[in-house]
């Protein structure tokens, strides 16, 4: 038997926080209450004086990922072991097939590859192509592997772009299955469009890969993508949104009554697009990722579509490359390889700037951070809260703990880290994962294969009525 008792603590759940002991027994919480009494050889953790929250879900990652002719430098032990250095105790990363490759080969490989993860992790599968195959892939995948979410790329022309067609049909399959239809929003074409344009310019460094990636290019996906779910009545979930244009998209959507969430990465809501302008091109080029940093104008919004309710979670899309893979693009801009990291900072940076600026309540930001992330890929509440018989998959959090980020200190492997110098209040003491102690006190005992993958399953609906309903609304949604 393994058990951990935290002691003295305030649990911070998404609807309340209250002061109790949390008892851990062999991987799941088996009480929340006062004065707990543990058994015999009980490791105690003493949390006076901070708060026990869920550990942190990142709904968005991308380990190992091989992309735009390099592959992602932190593998599915180190990126899952940063994140448990920084209070994240579950990842959903990506399968991405290449065009035409079968979803189960694919599928089949990204878990092989994340046998080595440290953390518990479940996988969104992309669609990048279509025919019959596909589509029975997704039956299977949804049915029999605990997959319940698909993702779709808007952008990345001759890549793993999807076109509409492919969207139609897999937004369609996966309201027949009960998934969820995920994208990344920016349109492709006019993202290949406006490259060369820039190019044709004479601009070539980073400062051209904002200009060809402007916000209405990824307003238009956004309300394109929203407006074929509504036509088909399904759900949709929209990654990285980043700008005003979206979030607006997102919001209006909702108020029209549509299944909408969105999701805000930890860097949009601090970072803004002058790092682009950094005449030192490692420096400008670690910062490439789509869609791009913002001006600030843009940051504020996603803040308050986040304590409006109309944006939903927070994740990192961590997805390094070090500044010799960046090198690829020192003569293209749009050859850099996109992506940047952040699953150990993620909770410590919105944490700082969340909650002690006064924008989130502790109970705010477990809701952003982990438990909306939970609901809505059906894995609460064995994840997301703190409860009896959850996963005991916790963070033990002080509020006046500070800590200055640094690439020196970080636990990723990339050579680079996007919030470096940032100052923050708000740390991770302990991380608990599965029910035991894999980060306390600057020391990391992440153990490589111990992560499990999760399944998700369908979601629980009525989709007789769902289509019904999506037959009878259609011709509305398209007239308005
Ligand atoms: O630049 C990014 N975001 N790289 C990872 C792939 C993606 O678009 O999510
Ligand atoms: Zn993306
Ligand atoms: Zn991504």
């Known amino acids: 038997m393994s058990a951990v008792l935290i002691r003295g603590g305030t649990v911070v759940n998404a609807d309340r926080q209250f002061r109790a002991d949390v008892l851990c027994i062999d991987g799941k919480i088996s009480a929340v209450g006062d004065d707990l009494q543990a058994p015999a050889g009980t490791q105690t953790v003493d949390a006076g004086g901070q708060y026990v929250m869920p550990g942190g879900i990142d709904p968005h990652t991308h380990m190992q990922l091989p992309f735009m002719g390099t592959v992602a430098v932190d593998d599915f032990f180190d990126g899952t072991a940063a994140g448990l250095a920084g209070g994240t105790t579950s990842i959903i990363d990506f399968v991405i097939p290449d065009p035409k490759q079968p979803l189960m080969d694919a599928f089949r490989m990204w878990r092989g590859w994340a046998e080595k993860s440290a953390a518990d992790h479940g996988f969104h599968v992309a ?28 952008a990345y022309k001759n890549a793993i772009m999807c ?8 937004f369609r399959r996966a309201l027949e299955l009960g998934a969820m239809p995920t994208v990344h929003a920016e349109n492709g074409e006019l993202v290949f469009l406006l490259q060369q344009e820039v190019a044709k310019m004479g601009i070539t460094g980073p400062e051209g890969h904002p200009l060809s990636r402007p916000p209405m290019v990824e307003g238009e996906a956004a309300n394109r993508a929203i407006a074929i779910a509504d036509v088909l009545g399904v759900p949709i979930y929209i990654v990285h949104v980043s700008c005003i244009e979206s979030a607006e998209a ?46 600030k104008t843009h940051q504020e919004f996603l803040w308050r579509g986040l304590q409006a309710g109309s944006l939903h979670t927070t994740a990192t899309d961590h997805c390094v490359f070090c500044a010799d893979q960046k090198a690829a693009g020192k003569d293209s801009f749009a050859k850099i390889p996109n992506g940047c990291g952040g ?42 809260s703190v409860s009896v018989g959850a996963d005991a998959d916790l963070v033990v959090w ?33 991380t608990i994962s599965q029910g035991k102690v894999v980060y306390s006190n600057g020391e990391l005992r992440a153990v490589r294969g111990s992560g499990r993958y999760i399944k998700r399953p369908p979601f629980g609906i009525d989709f007789d009525a769902m289509k019904l309903r999506a037959q009878v609304t259609a011709p509305t949604a398209v007239a308005r």
């Open 127 to 154: 669609v990048t192509w279509w025919d019959e195959s596909v589509k029975r892939d997704m039956g299977t995948l949804v049915q029999h592997e605990g997959v319940n979410s698909f993702k779709h790329f808007m």
């Open 343 to 384: 699953i150990e900072e993620r909770l410590a940076v919105i944490w700082d700037a969340g909650v002690n600026s006064g924008r989130l309540t502790p109970s705010e930001f477990v809701a952003i951070t982990s438990a909306n992330t939970a609901r809505i890929f059906n894995i609460y509440p064995q994840k997301g």
């Open 250 to 295: 997102i919001a209006r959507a909702r108020a029209r009554g549509q299944r909408v969430y969105g999701e805000v990465l930890a860097g949009h809501l601090v970072t803004d697009d002058s790092v682009y302008r950094n005449p030192d091109f490692t420096a400008a080029a670690a910062h490439v990722m789509s869609p791009p940093f913002r001006p």
């Open 398 to 430: 002080d509020p006046q703990g500070t800590k200055t980020i640094s690439v020196k200190t970080q636990h990723s492997k990339v050579d680079f880290n996007i919030f470096e110098g940032l100052q923050v209040k708000g740390v991770p003491t302990t």
């Open 163 to 170: 076109d509409d067609e492919t969207l139609v049909n897999s």
